[in-house]
Each structure stands twice: as C-alpha cells, then as structure tokens.
C-alpha cells in the first residue's frame, strides 16, 4: 500500500515567527522524495504536520485523502523519525523494539534483527548509553522495520559514519523496492544521497522553491564562463542565479535548462557550459538571507 | 560511474550500448534488471527505470514480458550505424577546428594518419 500527500495552502507560525509560509506541495505515494532547505527552512515543521504532531490551523494537510491530527487510521500509517529518536532513554535497545512494535501493523521483527546485526547496535543496552552512532542507527532500524506506508526520516543519520551510511543506503534501496512506499529523507548531505530520491522538494524560508523529478533539477542549472561580455550578451533574459568576475573573465550561474541550440551558440561564441551539480544549484537557490 | 554533465537515466543508456557495442552484450543477452542496476549503482529505480525504457523505446532492448530485458538482435548493426555516422561530425571535424586553432597544418594531420594507417595490421 502506498500513501500519497496533499499540502494545500499550509501555514505555521510559532509565535510570531512563520515556519511554514503558505505552502502547498503534492506528493504522489511510493516514491522516494529528497526534502532539502536549509537550517530553519520549514522542512521538520512539514514533516512534523504530516506525522500529526501538530494540529494544522491554517491550511490543509491530507494524507491517503484524509486529515492525520487524531486520526489513528492515518497515524498508525506514517512515521517521523526524528534526529532526536524520541526514545525512552532509560529503556533498553530490546524494549524499544516492543514498544515500536505495538503502535506499528506493518512490523517486521526478523528485518529489525537484521538491521540491529548490520548497524551493530547492543541490542541490551540502555538507549541512554548509546553512542551518538548507535543512536541513529536504532532510528533507523525502528523507522525502516516498522515499513509504515509514509516514511519520514529527518536527519535520521546524521550521527552515523560513511560507511554505516552507505549500509543504509544500501538497505532503505533493497527494502523500498521490495516493499514500495512513500519515503520523505530530509538531508545536508545533498552529493551523498540525492541519486536515491526520484523527486526533490526544495523548501526556503517555509516556501516551496522546487518541486522537480531530480534528474531534471540537475540538469536545470548551468555555469557560463567566457569573456564578460559575450557571456553578459548569451545570459541575456535568463535567471541569474550569481556571476563571478576575474578580471575579463566572467562566470555566470543561470537557471533553465540549456537547449542543444544554446549550446551550439556558446560553442561558436567561444563560451564554456558547464553543468552545475545539485549541491551548488541548492546552494544558489537559498542562499539570501542568515542562517 | 555517473557525472553530472547528463541525466543519468542517459548515461545508464550509453553505458549499455557501449557493452552492445564493445560485443560485452550480445544480442539475446539478457541485461541486469532495473531492481538490480538500481542496488549496484545505489541509485533510484525509476531514475533507472527510465534508461532501460529509453533503450527499449529506441529498438536496443526489447522486453519478454514476466522475464525481463533482452539485447534486440539488429541492435549492434543499429549502434554501429549511428555512431559512423556522427564520427565525422563529433571526431574528426572537432580535430580540424583543433589543428586550426593551434596552428597545425592538415598536411601534417593527414601525414600522420596516413602513417598509422600503414602500421594497421589489416
């Protein structure tokens, strides 16, 4: 079963800060989406509407066609896994497990023992006593065993080294494709993990700047380089997403997809095109403003 | 194995049409699955998906349906075809404006294919 998601004019406000700024978004089920923004850009308010931790009072948020805030049907069915983990600390790794176990119908013990063996996380210990590691490692082990039809992992891994990352990688691929669901992974590590998401979602200051399969968005930005003033006459009427000046060299970033006839004008004018890489497009996209 | 210059659902596609072509495949081979090329490269199935689906809409690959994905069998011919054609225009006249640029004479270009044109050993 997959779950598809509806935000329609969303807005947050936490006092008289606005988190999540007339938002809107749909997303279809079973795919896995990448949720980027920077830090305060919104992304763990939506998720957190979606997973019915607060009750949306300004807008609409559907999930399957139906409201989640005390909703058990919805509930049960989407999951959030925190940074934090929102663990009992005193519990044992074990004792979680049940615990996770009980409010989850789509369970499944034996790949939660796989996951526990393959993150080598002590499945008798004290949550308390784990490292940071290890901490992230139970999150995912709860958040990917319990197969909820709307998964949502918000920085889930941060705590986790390389190697371990690409363990999960590797795992979160092979258990999506044998049972296909919503993921929503919300991520800094934009170069590391954004060839597993089929779509993008990019958030900036609790607005949506993107919505775009990921292959598309990489392939919207370009880097023109030359002489500044051809490269100002081939930029013409396109959207400037930054320039750079060395001496009579100027490098442009432009947003917009560029056509084989471009292209064959930036060659015949001696220009250089240059794709410019999700991370950097991120990056030019939200970059106004503080932190 | 990918880079960012093109989508990679067209790079998985070139990459399979160079094993075609480099006889790696042949025809009637069955290829990875799209679940299976998926796990190795650690990316998207349906950004994976849409390379094998490229191939069979271009007549490469063609589908047995509850089996998998097979190398057509006019596929290398086809390949071949098409990259003869474009060799003139994506190889040698890049070379010439090259030479121009940098002050070579075609004299000396046609020199030197004509020497290793001896030394081919067909």
Do not use: C
């Not at chain 1, 775009?212 to 013409?236: C, N, Q, W």
């Not at chain 2, 994976?48 to 490469?60: H, I, N, P, S, T």
């Amino acid at each position: 079963m997959t779950l598809g998601i509806d935000v329609q004019g969303l807005t947050v406000r936490y006092g008289d800060v606005t988190a999540i700024d007339d938002l809107s978004v749909s997303l279809a089920g079973g795919k896995i989406y990448g949720l980027l923004g920077r830090n305060g850009s919104g992304k763990t308010t939506l998720m957190s509407s979606i997973a019915a931790f607060m009750r949306v009072e300004h807008g609409q948020v559907l999930v399957g066609g139906q409201q989640p805030y005390e909703n058990p049907a919805i509930t049960e069915q989407v999951y959030l896994i925190r940074e934090s983990g929102d663990f009992a600390d005193q519990e044992s790794v074990r004792g979680q497990l049940r615990r996770t176990k009980r409010f989850r119908p789509q369970w499944d013990g034996e790949f939660a023992e796989r996951l526990l063996e393959l993150f080598q996380v002590p499945d008798r210990r004290t949550v308390s006593r784990l490292s940071r590691g290890q901490r992230s490692a139970l999150g995912i082990t709860l958040g990917l065993a319990a197969r909820a039809p709307v998964t949502m992992l918000d920085e889930s891994y941060l705590g986790m080294d390389a190697p371990t990352r690409y363990a999960f990688y590797d795992i979160l691929l092979e258990d999506y494709m044998q049972h296909p669901r919503t993921f929503i992974i919300s991520t800094h590590l934009i170069e590391e993990v954004s060839r597993l998401f089929e779509e993008v979602v990019i958030l900036d200051r609790g607005r949506l700047i993107a919505h775009e399969e990921t292959e598309t968005l990489r392939m919207k930005g370009a880097a023109v380089t030359g002489p500044a003033s051809v490269v100002e006459r081939f930029t013409d009427g396109m959207t400037v997403l930054s320039e750079r000046r060395l001496g009579g060299t100027k490098s442009v970033t432009v947003l917009g997809e560029m056509g084989e006839r471009q292209r064959d004008v930036a060659q015949a004018h001696g220009l250089e095109l240059e794709p410019v890489g999700l991370q950097d497009l991120f990056v030019h996209l939200t970059k106004e403003g503080p932190a | 194995m990918f880079d960012e210059r093109s989508p990679i659902y067209h790079q998985i596609a070139e990459a399979i049409k160079n094993d075609i072509l480099s006889g790696e495949l042949q025809a009637e081979d069955q290829v990875m699955s799209t679940n299976q090329y998926a796990a190795h490269f650690r990316i998207n199935p349906a950004t994976a998906a849409k390379g094998f689906q490229q191939l069979v809409d271009e007549g490469v690959l063609y589908k047995k349906r509850g089996i998998g994905m097979f190398v057509s069998p006019g596929a290398r011919a086809a390949l071949l075809e098409q990259r003869r054609q474009r060799f003139f225009a994506d190889v040698v006249e890049p070379m010439v404006a090259e030479a121009r640029v940098i002050g070579i004479p075609l004299d000396d270009v046609v020199e030197r294919i004509t020497a290793m044109k001896g030394s081919e050993n067909v």
